[in-house]
């Protein structure tokens, strides 16, 4: 998963421990049980959010590998899509389901499912499977990243909490520094698949410390959950992904084909607007919209997570299939970032008390905004530690924005309504990282194609051919003209995606502008 869920995770709890402090919540009286064993159940929770937190940035550095194992360079950005699209449609119901059923359940299914894409994609024969496996890793992500949190509120009092979050801000500093060292580590050492692997004793060490001594009291109500709306978002989601990741390379923009899918998405946005409106507990609560400052921090959430994975999707290939470098070198370029987003979340939230959230915010784009400069100024001669400042900045803008829009929210509504405004801040961004990745590697893909049919070796060589560009040993063996070739065209795909990450920076301010200056706004 992404780095941008890793703070907003974060932020839940506070939600979940306002409204449990009154003592019930959504109708369900929690009683927490005498012998949950609270420094164990701790553990268990920071083994299952490292999980996902280095998920963010392992998979990354290790995919240029990867890809030049499986083949399949146009599908790609499918391997970060297909996880992100089943996170973004499961993280609110399974939020329902939690305080329906209770946390345990929801929390071990989580990682039941997570362990289970992590195995088969280790296991993986070809690109296709890869994804398959991605799509159900992405489910178990769902649950992971904000049961996680709500089980530390539910055991935790107001007065312990400062601790605990050290704590857990520091499970997602290691595991966004160490993510793309054991990445290049494992691809270098031994093999790709153990960056899947690695997960299995980890998560099963989580369940177990969740089953045997987390213990919960339940007061069950009928379950009233919204499968329809999640139905309609994905087709939507998923529409919009084939659209702009094969539209132009593997399907005509004016076919049959093509139109279907725009209707789909078009036709899916429709019944998942109707279906919110009757709804009588929505996955997404439309009215929350009303509020100027979570309509536009939403939306800008939504450009700032086409940017992260952007980011920590293309900058590895760059760096090893452009500049040469190896996989260790490319994780080094995206810990820099690692390192900006926890410096500059905890910096925000002194920031907030002496300028606000809204100028916080500006500055946090500003930030996005130079590290936009610096990757499209990004050339193979300037060298990774170029890359890696590029990806501080974006680091330290990510940091700023995050911290600042979720306090910004949260200051804006009740507690009653405090965790619904909050899961769909975290829904935006996550939709915002699943069609970045369609949107930038469509963008990739139609540049690769158009440079190698301006350069006459559309009948020779395709867009997966650029997959031999990520493996030393594989690019040697090319001639001489089609590694030319490739690698230009890959350097300026790479180029066209680096300059969309600018634009939708400069968008990123453009909304941060219209943020209220007062938070009932």
Known sequence: MVLDELYLN???????????????????????SKKTNRPLVLVSVMLGMFLAAIEATIVATAMPSIA?????FSLYSWVFSAYLLTNAATVLIFGKLSDIFGRKPVFVTGIFFFLTGSTLSGFSSSMEMLIVCRFVQGVGAGALMPIATTIIGDIYSKEERAKIQGYLSSVWGISAVTGPLLGGLFVEALNWRYVFWMNIPLGILATLGI?????????????????????????T??????????GGVSISWNSTLMYCMIGAAAGGFLLFFIQEQRAADPMMPFEIWKYRIISFANLASLTAGMILIGVSSYLPAFVQGVMGYSPTVAGFTLTTMSIGWPLAAVAGG???LVIGYRFTSMLGCGSLIIGGVVFFMLSPEKG???????SFFIGVGM??????FIVGIQNAVGWKTRGIATAANMFMRTVGSALGAALLGGLLNSQIQRYIVKNGL????????ANNLLDPRQNMSLPEDVQKVLQEGLTTGLHAVYTGLLVLAVISLILVFFLPKKKQE
């Open 10 to 32: 974060i932020s839940c709890t506070d939600s979940f421990i306002n409204v449990y402090e009154q003592g019930s919540f959504m109708g369900i009286q929690m009683k927490e």
């Open 68 to 72: 030049a194992d499986l083949g399949g």
């Open 211 to 235: 089953l045997f001594f987390l213990h919960e009291n339940i007061d069950k109500k009928e379950p009233s959950i919204d499968f329809l709306g999640s139905i309609w978002i994905m087709v």
């Open 237 to 246: 989601v998923t529409s919009l992904m084939f659209i702009l990741v094969e």
């Open 350 to 352: 002194r920031l907030l």
């Open 384 to 390: 990774p530690v170029w890359a890696a400042a590029g």
């Open 399 to 404: 940091g700023l924005t995050n911290t600042s």
């Open 458 to 465: 559309d009948d020779r060589v395709s867009v997966d051919t």
